[in-house]
């Protein structure tokens, strides 16, 4: 699936950034590489922004950009154990 179609309060893990030359830059150099967690936050009311947690930061990505970004479901941060 692809980020733009993912849902809110979940975790996603990058499977694959599509597109080419400085678009697919643009989006790696935000912090959205392979195997990357995300959690997505929210979207915008008209559902463009998408405000994801993304390395620690929080990351807002238009609805065009994250159709280029595969993901996949993912467990959330793992908890310690005691």
């Known amino acids: 699936m692809n980020l733009n179609q993912a849902s809110v309060d979940k975790y996603y893990v990058v499977k694959k950034i599509n597109g080419q030359g400085p678009l697919k830059r643009r989006i790696m150099d935000m912090g959205i590489t392979k195997n990357t967690v995300l959690f997505v936050r929210k979207f915008a ?23 280029l970004v595969e993901v996949e479901e993912a467990q959330g941060p793992k908890e310690e154990e005691a």
């Open 45 to 67: 009311p008209l559902g463009d922004p998408i405000q994801l947690t993304v390395r620690g930061y929080e990351l807002s990505l238009r609805k065009a950009d994250a159709e």
